[in-house]
């Protein structure tokens, strides 16, 4: 590991690192604070596997750049549902068969998220309580910092998003099945 190198480097590419995120972040739809943070995952990544980049600045505003266009993409390809696939008319009737998918849908949710690896089972079980929590009292609850739970969260749902996926064949675009 070569983190000894982090006290010195950190505190240096801080400035530069929250204004390139700042700058970035508006382009990409993206909030700051994300950008920032996956920036700096990838910078500890790096002083790990690789040692210290040659021109640490370059390499922020690379990196800054690159993990935005990454969101840009990402959000381009990410649809949001109107409604769930299975959802009721919001009229207060439920039928046995609505009942039913709904509760299926639930059990394959909460499968997928005890799966999940690392924090995200807890974070992921955290946010679906019905309790309705607030990330403070959920980062609070998990013991870990109110702004990384959003970049984790993120990155949970994604991991989700890719282990549903594979479980349940999506239409590929223009309507072809794989």
């Not at 946010?127 to 609070?140: F, H, K, N, Q, V």
């Amino acid at each position: 590991m070569t983190y000894d190198l982090a006290p010195t480097l950190i505190p240096t590419l801080r400035p530069l690192l929250a204004a390139e995120a700042s700058a970035e972040a508006l382009g990409s739809g993206t909030d700051p604070g994300d950008l920032e943070q996956d920036v700096w995952l990838l910078l500890l990544e790096r002083l790990e596997s690789e040692g210290p980049p040659a021109d640490p600045a370059l390499w922020v505003r690379g990196a800054v750049q690159a993990e935005a266009r990454r969101n840009r993409r990402t959000a381009q390809r990410e649809v949001a549902y109107a409604t769930g696939p299975a959802e009721p008319a919001d009229d207060g009737e439920r039928g046995p068969e609505q009942r039913a998918l709904t509760a299926d849908r639930h059990r394959t949710l909460h499968a997928a998220v005890r799966r999940l690896p690392g924090r995200c089972p807890r974070i992921m079980a955290a946010l679906l309580s019905p309790e309705d929590l607030t990330y403070r009292e959920i980062a609070g609850e998990l013991g870990m910092s109110q702004g990384s739970l959003g970049p984790e969260r993120s990155r949970c749902l994604g991991c989700l998003r890719r282990m549903l996926a594979a479980e349940v064949v999506a239409p590929e675009p223009w309507g072809k099945e794989r």
